[in-house]
């Protein structure tokens, strides 16, 4: 099914109180988490239970939302985060999201174009995000919004993520 692109109407804000875009939210991670790019594993019940309740107890959360129609297809999730070198706040981008039937429609550099707005729109000193080397597609949409990998003194290399699992899955 070809989608026009003129029928992504625009990206909203997810109301994390609506039950619909609760649902949405979990559908989409889902749909995300279970593609080999997100682990390709279904979310859990207990994720499936308490992601929204948890994400309204924070600061500083932006959930957004592509919308074809009245069907979110791509979502973004955001939590801001604190530069000390910069002493600025930063967004970090910390899942990029598009329902897999409507992938190649350049409906990930809408989500992170609104990114980038709120984060100038809140002072933000930079965007961050990551992305798993075997992800090309996310690499090309990410460079051509003028993202680049991370790195202070390019002698010294570009940043590495690393992780440290506190709790069985």
């Known amino acids: 099914m070809q989608v026009n692109l003129t029928m992504i ?7 994390l109180s609506s039950p619909d875009h609760a649902q949405t939210i979990m559908d989409l991670l889902d749909e995300y988490a ?16 308490n992601l929204v309740a948890e994400l309204k107890k924070r600061q500083g959360v932006y959930v957004l939302l592509a919308m ?7 979502m973004a ?5 604190f530069s000390t070198f910069a002493c600025k706040p930063l967004l970090n981008i910390h899942d990029v999201i598009v329902s897999a039937k409507y992938r190649g429609r350049s409906i990930a550099r809408r989500l ?26 996310a690499q090309a949409a990410y460079k051509a919004c003028g993202y680049a990998g991370y790195e202070l ?5 570009q940043a590495m993520f690393w992780q440290k699992k506190l709790y069985p899955q």
């Open 112 to 137: 992170l174009a609104k990114a980038e707005e709120i984060a100038v729109a809140s002072g933000c000193c930079k965007l961050t995000l990551e992305v798993l080397t075997g992800n090309t597609a």
């Open 9 to 15: 109407e625009h990206i909203i804000l997810a109301d």
């Open 34 to 49: 279970q593609d080999p790019m997100g682990g390709g594993q279904a979310l859990s019940a207990f994720v499936r239970s």
């Open 153 to 157: 003194d390019p002698t010294m290399g």
């Open 68 to 74: 074809h129609n009245e069907e979110a297809v791509g």
């Open 77 to 81: 999730i955001c939590f801001e985060g």
